[in-house]
């Protein structure tokens, strides 16, 4: 699931599952907080960039691994499950939270599909740049489910309530041109290709200043945006521990679990 590429102080993290369209499976939620304290404890990275390898940068959770691993979402309804949902709740927010978190700038580079946990993945970095063929979609409203892994905590801070919210109960397609328009990203690059250069370019200047100091303009900004997030994240795991089995999503869920055996 995951590439490192160590250059010219940018430590670059590719999301590298292309036959799944890099589809979050179990390994990103296990493994990306590990993988960002690497990045962070490593002197030789000043600032961390995540692109995605094939045709899409991720198109968001992996539904029908999920199905297979975790069959007990369709089937189990005590108390005890419940406990251990919001554990795996908790778990999963913490591979999200990682690059909130960490120390270091973090620029996200998205072409063509950001969906689900994937802009749940952006909303948690300092900078987002696309191409002119991305596509932003907040989709969990499709699956039953209230996104839990920090947008609708995060996206509020960059595009405003009123946009969050049309990406949330739509659960729609947001174009580039439109993610521009409302902040989501910074710029808009034509292609692929051009999108890694520059961004490459932007990270280069941005690390030409001193370390101490970036580390400082994160630190004071995240302190004055959300001292609080921690409270709000904890919430909606407990909310959706007691919720997430609505017959609609247990249904959906059913099917992808169906659609993996097949």
């Known amino acids: 699931m995951f590439e490192i590429e160590i250059t010219e102080k940018m430590g670059i993290l590719w999301l590298n599952r292309p036959e799944k369209r890099n589809m979050m499976n179990w390994e990103f939620w296990d493994k990306m907080p590990a993988v960002v304290e690497e990045l962070n404890t490593n002197k030789d990275v000043e600032i961390i960039l995540i692109f995605g390898r094939g045709k899409s940068f991720s198109m968001g ?6 199905a297979e691993r975790f069959p007990e979402m369709i089937t189990v309804e005590n ?29 996200t580079g998205v072409h063509k599909h950001c969906v689900g946990g994937a802009l749940d993945l952006i909303s948690a970095a300092d900078i987002r740049v696309c191409t002119e063929d991305a596509v932003f979609s907040l989709r969990e409203a499709k699956v039953g489910i209230v ?8 996206l509020p801070y ?21 993610a521009l328009s409302i902040g989501l990203v910074s710029h808009v690059y034509a292609d692929y290709e051009t ?20 580390r400082g303009i994160k630190h004071v900004m995240k302190a004055s945006r959300d001292l609080d997030i921690a ?10 521990s007691s919720f ?10 059913s099917r992808f679990a169906q659609k993996a055996k097949e």
């Open 158 to 178: 960059i595009i405003g309530e009123g946009h969050t919210k049309e990406l949330a109960f739509t659960a729609g397609d947001f174009s580039a041109r439109r």
């Open 147 to 154: 996104a839990d892994m920090g947008s609708l905590q995060r």
């Open 195 to 214: 999108m890694i250069a520059e961004t490459k370019k932007m990270a280069k200047e941005i690390i030409s200043n001193p370390a101490f100091v970036l």
């Open 61 to 66: 959770l992996d539904l029908f691994e999920f």
């Open 231 to 240: 409270t709000k994240l904890n919430y909606i795991a407990t909310y959706n």
């Open 79 to 107: 108390a005890d499950f419940r406990e251990e949902l919001r554990k795996l709740i908790l778990k999963m927010q913490s591979a999200i939270n990682a690059l909130d978190e960490s120390p270091k700038p973090v620029i």
């Open 244 to 253: 997430l089995q609505s017959a609609d999503f247990k249904s959906i869920l």
